[in-house]
């Protein structure tokens, strides 16, 4: 089900979790509008799994990312509560970047509110969500 479309965004729900795309072209305004756009749609229906495909534009900027962990974040752990996942997908050049950056211990991120993880592969990335998914079932 589409949730939000723009020329830079889309935001579905796709297999009982939020699908959130962008392009290399992405506006820091269709970044935003799309996230709360699928915030409002996971309040309402209790969604907990978000899935994030980055590939098409590399590493967020440094605004993007801090966006996330001071806005979106904070509200998705006072309204959503605990056992939150999120599947961040990029491309494969980034993702080795990001090894380098900080390790593969540092593209996970856990506490009971939002457990975060990183991917170069998409399918891997679902099968880690789709593992989440049964285990809280």
């Not at 269709?30 to 915030?39: C, D, K, N, Q």
């Not at 980055?54 to 440094?62: A, D, H």
């Not at 990029?90 to 991917?119: A, P, Q, R």
Request: glycine letters at 4%; charged letters at 25%.
């Amino acid at each position: 089900m589409e949730l939000f479309k723009s020329d830079t965004c889309a935001v579905d729900y796709v297999a009982d979790r939020l699908m959130v795309q962008y392009n290399r072209t992405m506006q820091a305004d269709e970044f935003r509008e799309g996230l709360l756009e699928a915030f409002r749609f996971a309040m309402k229906h209790h969604v907990k799994q978000w899935l994030f495909d980055l590939r098409n534009i590399g590493k967020l900027s440094e605004e993007e990312e801090t966006w996330l962990q001071v806005q979106l974040f904070p509200q998705i752990m006072m309204h959503l509560g605990t056992g939150n996942h999120v599947a961040l997908v990029v491309d494969e050049n980034c993702y080795h970047d990001m090894i380098k950056e900080s390790g593969l211990l540092g593209l996970k991120s856990y506490n009971s509110f939002i457990i975060i993880n990183t991917f170069c592969d998409m399918q891997d990335a679902i099968n880690w969500l789709d593992h989440r998914q049964s285990e809280c079932a």
